[in-house]
Every structure is written in C-alpha cells, then in structure tokens.
C-alpha cells in the first residue's frame, strides 16, 4: 500500500534554534518527493522538490534531503523564526496521477 | 495564492442538500484539482482535471461530481451532502505533469460544514 508516515505530529521549539522532520515513503514508482508548508487557514505551499537522482535541495532556511534507498526524507529547518510556525507537509508523487500527502508535522515556534 | 480563488470560502448546509464548491483561477494552467483535507489525515483527492471536459475520479470520488466547461474554472459538486463530507476543501492547479514540473498551487480553501 502507497504510504506517507510524517514524525513526529507536532514539535514545539524555540525560536532560534534548528529542527528536522522526517518522512519515510513506501510509494511505488516513484517520481518526486515535495514538502509542502502550510499556514493556519491557507493552501499549502510548495518549498522544495527532489527527483530520484537528488539526495540535497536548499531553499533558504530551508534543506530537504531524500535516500531514495531507504526511502526516507528529511526537512531541516535552520535558524527558526516565529514565521516557520505552520504544518510542514511530506507529498510523494508516484506513478500517473498518484499523489499521496503525509498527515503533516505541525510545528510550534516561541519567543 | 496562485491566482486561485474559490467560493464560497464558508459554508453551512443540512444534510441532503446539494452544495457546489467553485474554483477559479486565473493563470491559465492546464490541470486542476480537488482536495479535501480532515484532521489527522493528508490531502485526499476526489477528482481532478486534464483539460476541459477532461475529468477523472481520484481516491475519495463517492459522493462527488465534478464539471469543467471552460480552463479557469472548476466546480465541484455534493450531490446530496451528508455529516461525514463535513471538511476542508482545497483546489489545486499545475501547469504541466512533467515529474519534475508539476507543482501545485493551492487555493485559499473552503470550509463546509454539513448538519
């Protein structure tokens, strides 16, 4: 079955300070990975792709990293701001128009 | 939002009752889509569009009609709507479905209630 498992559900840090969210995939075939973030009552919003031939994408603040062997990826957040507060969304594009979402990680930054 | 809006963006309605949700958009993109999203769960897909007249079902289409007459706009409707389509709704729209091409943008949403 063609999964999406997002860790953990929720995390609470401190502005400042760096954090990573996991997504592990068992979606087959495989043509890209996003994530996504989400702001409270808006659309989410696309922040980095990754084909099967990339394992880094950078976007600002931002680094995705994907081991399309283990089928893992990876969202680490540097240097966090009150503004990264919003659900991080993992999206594993698969074969056709299969397209399958992660539950999300909801991410808290405080002052 | 991409040039996306959707109406209504709030919406009461009784159980039974036809509801029609519309996406506009205004970029011109070939694909269009709907989601819905509920706690605890990704966005679902229900149906999504190729092109004008060009419509497909996705995961949770039960329940759900869709009809695309011209490219910038997307309705879709509750035939009759019962407690369990109470959600979050969310159109969509990519302008190609190349692997590494199609991006999604997202619209504001609309949120239905159903009693």
């Known amino acids: 079955k063609n999964q999406v498992e997002q860790s953990p559900q929720s995390l609470i840090i401190l502005e400042g300070k760096n954090c990573t969210l996991q997504?592990?995939?068992?979606?087959?075939?495989?043509?890209?990975l996003r994530w996504y973030k989400q702001d409270t009552g808006r659309g989410p919003v696309s922040l980095t792709i990754?084909?099967?031939?990339?394992n880094t994408k950078s976007n600002g603040r931002y680094t995705a990293t994907l081991d399309a062997d283990t089928k893992q990826s990876s969202l680490h957040i540097t240097a966090s701001q009150l503004s990264d507060s919003a659900s991080y969304i993992c999206?594993?594009?698969?074969?056709?128009?299969?397209?399958?979402f992660g539950a999300g990680t909801r991410l808290f930054v405080k002052a | 939002d991409a040039g996306i809006t959707q109406s209504p963006r709030h919406k009461v309605t009784e159980t039974g009752t036809p509801v029609t949700l519309r996406c506009h958009q205004t970029?011109?993109?070939?694909?269009m889509y709907w989601y819905r999203q509920d706690p605890g769960h990704g966005l679902r897909l229900i149906h999504y569009?190729?092109?004008?007249?060009?419509?497909d079902k996705g995961e949770v289409s039960d329940g759900y009609s869709v009809s695309r007459s011209k490219t910038e706009d997307f309705l879709l409707t509750l035939e009759s709507a019962t407690s369990s389509q109470t959600s979050v709704y969310f159109c969509?729209?990519?302008?190609?479905?190349?692997?590494?091409?199609?991006?999604?943008?997202f619209g504001p949403g609309t949120r239905l209630t159903v009693l």
């Open positions: 969509a729209i990519s302008e190609a479905w190349d692997r590494t091409t199609d991006t999604q943008y």
């Open positions: 997504c592990n995939y068992t979606v087959s075939p495989f043509s890209n």
């Open positions: 990754m084909t099967f031939s990339e």
């Open positions: 999206v594993v594009r698969g074969g056709g128009f299969k397209t399958i």
């Open positions: 970029e011109n993109h070939r694909y």
């Open positions: 569009s190729y092109g004008v007249k060009d419509t």
